[in-house]
């Protein structure tokens, strides 16, 4: 009986060091979340740079999502902008609030664990990213249809597919990226004003192209383009710009119904 103890002393010892390791990596999962991206922070001549670009301060809210340990939002919050950040994290969270306080900004920012995922975009004014290029690509559809127009959109490291940047630009050697969220305008037009017109357009983010219908003749609309919700063309040479609210453009002289 003791001889087949002995025996059975080295299963016992694996199967005792895999329950342990089977614990601690539980306790580990809790403790470490799920990462999408790893955590590499942005220097700090980069964030001033991307925060110059997008014009970031008093009156601004800006979000970083995935923000980890705080500085994009804390250096808006001294440029005067309230901010707002998330990280999956609680140890990035954790480190932001501490550099919140040294900045002197709490009452500016906010900070809280959570899934960039799962986060509302539309109250922002500006967004900061350092993602991945893929995650990116997941977050633009609700980019452009859930943020106002007009929303400043600045990426240290990775683009946007074929959303192309206003501004793309080197800075210590990495890449920055600057995109101004366009309104919709793909669809008829009922043109009043000077020129009376229907328009068909097709828009491409911040482009588009189209057709004009001028009393039954087809006149092709050209460099059609968007700045957020200010609006530019061109009509039989001559050029109209406005700004699109919703379902209607207000324009000098002319105004445009959705149809
Ligand atoms: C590349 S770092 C960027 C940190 C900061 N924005 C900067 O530029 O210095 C990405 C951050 O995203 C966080 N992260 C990864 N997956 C996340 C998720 N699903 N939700 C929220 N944060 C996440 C990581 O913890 C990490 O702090």
Redesign the pocket.
């Known amino acids: 009986m003791i001889s087949r103890l002995v025996s059975l002393r080295p299963a016992i010892y694996a199967l005792t060091v895999a329950a342990g390791l089977a614990a601690a990596s539980a306790v580990h999962a809790q403790q470490e979340?799920?990462?999408?991206?790893?955590?590499?922070?942005?220097p700090q001549e980069v964030?001033d740079r991307m925060l110059a670009l997008a014009k970031v301060g008093p009156g601004d809210y800006m979000i970083?999502?995935?923000?980890?340990?705080g500085?994009?939002v804390v250096t808006a919050a001294k440029l005067g902008a309230r901010g707002y950040?998330?990280?999956?994290?609680p140890q990035?969270i954790k480190e932001a609030n501490e550099n919140a306080a040294r900045a002197g900004v709490t009452d500016k920012v906010e900070f809280k664990i959570?899934?960039?995922?799962e986060q509302d975009l539309s109250k922002a004014d500006v967004m900061?990213?350092?993602?991945l290029p893929d995650i990116n690509l997941r977050l633009r559809p609700k980019i452009l249809d859930t943020m106002k127009p007009g929303t400043r959109i600045v990426s240290?490291a990775f683009d946007m597919g074929d959303w192309k940047p206003e501004v793309e630009e080197k800075v210590d050697g990495r890449n920055v990226y600057f995109w101004i969220v366009p309104a919709k305008v793909g669809g008829s037009w009922e043109v009043d004003g000077a020129q009376k017109m229907t328009l068909k357009l097709d828009q491409t983010f911040q482009f588009f192209t189209g057709k004009a219908d001028i009393g039954g003749k087809s006149v092709e609309v050209t460099d059609g383009q968007l700045k957020g919700a200010d609006i530019s063309f061109k009509v039989d040479g001559k050029t109209f710009t406005g700004k699109v609210s919703g379902g209607s453009i207000a324009g000098d002289g002319w105004k445009a119904t959705k149809a």
Do not use: S
Request: with cysteine.
């Open positions: 979340p799920r990462l999408d991206v790893i955590y590499v922070p942005t964030v970083d999502f995935g923000c980890g340990d500085r994009m950040g998330v990280d999956i994290n990035r959570a899934n960039l995922f900061a990213m350092y993602l240290h």
